[in-house]
């Protein structure tokens, strides 16, 4: 599974590089966001292309598993 | 999600324009509860960082909106000191978006408020603000980005609200040191401790929902998210009916409080403001609670802006109401705006050449 490392960037730039990502591999990776602005937003966004989004909490941050 | 989301985000949009037409009723100028870019303003000739004798207090809606902002997201979990992400561009945007305000005569949030009371200038700025946002989207989606933010410490989060804090000490207990308005906007004011439970009440509620102005319209273009607008439209709505009701709606251009009818320095002000805020990730409102939440970064694009409003003042490129700017203010504008581009277009370029 790819990974995405967005940590350190504000939204709406984690959404943004979600939306690229998934296009370079559209049957899901995973994303490493540290706000919950951007938890919430690329979750929202995943959610709404159809994916399902299972949230991993860490030391600081979330990782994402965005899916089919 | 969604619908809690929406949801949350119309109370909270309800609960500002409520308070803002009550502020007004209790003494702050037409269509003005409450404005960042002025009350910035206002608050920087108070310390007499300029000296515009009009538009001189300490206002205590910005200190609640910060301290108000801040306690919510210690509660939540959302106080994380972060930056390093361009402080100094940064600053120079939030300068720059100061100046676009002042020529607009108010904040994104106070254009709604504005577009609440009748105000049809308003519209106009609301059109530049759009072009603004659409403008900073084609280079958001092309790669734009300011870097990399890193954790801080809770020190540096702290700063921000703690100076807040000891502004309003100060403002308390040695009135003296600062500048009043004897008159014009300045002198116009709800008491102390309306504006500033005003102020307490919406900090936390735009800390929680992350309520944005530009973020609204940002969405709309980037993400096809309708969810952020809805805090637009309820202000809007609740204004609305707020201002027929305490008899202030006056639908049309000319004789609006504190604004002017030169409808391509609407547009243009609006537009630096747009672009400005979508480079910074949001509003000036915006950039208030980030700063609260801990972001060193925001806490240097208000830097900016306070700044900026005492640039404005000192140099004569603010608008006076019903006139509108001086050839001070144009050419600074227009310059402004040039700089955001210049700024935009490096910051995408380089992030293309990287990627």
Known sequence: MKTLDASGYSCPEPVIMTKKALKD?????????????????????????????????????WTLRISR | MRIADKGKLSITGAIIGIAAVVLTVLGNPGNMGFCIACFLRDTAGAMHLHTAPIVEYVRPEIIGIIIGAFAFSLLGGDFRPRGGSSPVLRFIIGFIVMIGALVFLGCPLRM?????????????????????????????????TLGKAERQSRLEGVALPASTVLLFILFLAVPSLFLFSESGPGSMHAPVAAALLAGLIVGAAAERTRLCMAGGIRDIFLLRDFTLITGFIAIFALTLIGNIIA????????????????????????????????MLGGCPLRQLILAAEGSSDSAAAVGGMIVGAAFAHN???????????????????IAGIIVLLAIAAIATAKERRNA
């Open chain 2, 247 to 278: 008899g202030s709606f006056n639908l049309g251009f000319a004789d609006q409080p504190v604004s002017h009818p030169m409808h391509i320095w609407n547009f243009l002000g609006m537009f630096a403001v747009g672009l400005g805020s979508v």
């Open chain 2, 315 to 333: 140099f004569s490129l603010a608008s006076s109401a019903n006139v509108g700017p001086g050839i001070n203010g144009k050419v600074a504008l």
């Open chain 2, 112 to 144: 709604v408020l504005r577009l609440g009371g009748g105000d049809l200038n308003a519209l106009v700025g609301l059109l530049g603000f759009i072009a603004g946002i659409g403008v900073g989207c084609i280079f958001l989606s092309n790669g734009f």
């Open chain 1, 25 to 61: 591999s559209p049957d899901g990776l995973d994303v490493i966001v540290d706000n919950r602005a951007s938890k919430e937003n690329v979750t929202r966004y995943a959610t709404a292309l159809g994916y399902k989004v299972a949230v991993e909490e860490g030391s600081g941050n």
